[in-house]
Each structure stands twice: as structure tokens, then as C-alpha cells.
């Protein structure tokens, strides 16, 4: 399983920036999509999940509806959608694969190398 995670970058505050996370080969419909991100010094922190078969989304609480989750089941692509970036939502974005839903990284087997996100005040 390969999951190539892109679209980080330098923004400001307030800006918007959409992620991808795309998997070679076919992702079944029993399968879960995740995103998590580590911010500098912390644990990886769940951020979002989608669940491939219903389009189900679920979001950490401190969201507070900035972010979106959404998949292209033609593409084996997964997306977040990031609105309303804040100084502290800075950290590496990771994109993983596991075959049930859950907040912990454990949860998850599979894994994208993780893309960066750096928002400047």
C-alpha cells in the first residue's frame, strides 16, 4: 500500500488550502481514509476520517467546521479541505489507511509520508 500525501504549504492566517492523498491501488470499500497531523514536539493528533464505502466523515472537536473530509472514489484519492487556517493548525499532515474508524494512530495501517503545513500569522 503506497499513500502519497500533497498539497502543504506556506499560507497566512485566514487562507485556504486543500490536501490530497492518493493511493496506488484500488482502496476497498471496508476501508477507512485518515488524516492526522504532528504538530512540532507533540504526538500525531487525529484531525479527520471518511469511511470509503458511505462517504461517513468524522472530525477532531477543535475543527470547529474549518475542515472538510471527502474522497474520489474514481481517483483512490482521499482530500481535506482546510479553511480558515490558523498559526497553530502549522504541522506535517499525514494521510493513512485502516480498516476501521478510530482517533488513535494505532487504528490506522498504512501510511503517507506526510506533507507540511506552515501558516504564518
Known amino acids: 500500500v503506497q499513500l502519497q500525501a500533497s498539497g502543504g504549504g506556506l499560507v497566512q492566517a485566514g487562507d485556504s488550502l486543500r490536501l490530497s492523498c492518493a493511493k496506488s491501488?484500488?482502496?476497498?470499500?471496508?476501508?477507512?481514509m485518515g488524516w492526522f497531523r504532528q504538530l512540532p514536539g507533540k504526538e500525531r493528533e487525529f484531525v479527520a476520517a471518511?469511511?470509503?464505502?458511505?462517504?461517513?466523515?468524522y472530525y477532531a472537536d477543535f475543527l470547529e467546521g474549518r475542515f472538510t473530509i471527502s474522497r474520489d472514489n474514481a481517483k483512490n484519492t482521499v482530500y481535506l479541505q482546510m479553511n480558515s487556517l490558523k498559526p497553530e493548525d502549522t504541522a506535517v499532515y499525514y494521510c493513512?489507511?485502516?480498516?476501521?474508524?478510530?482517533?488513535?494512530?494505532?487504528?490506522?495501517?498504512?501510511w503517507g509520508q506526510g506533507t507540511l503545513v506552515t501558516v504564518s500569522s
Open positions: 493513512a489507511q485502516g480498516v476501521s474508524l478510530g482517533t488513535l494512530p494505532r487504528s490506522y495501517n498504512s
Open positions: 491501488g484500488r482502496i476497498f470499500s471496508s476501508h477507512v
Open positions: 471518511i469511511r470509503w464505502s458511505t462517504g461517513a466523515a
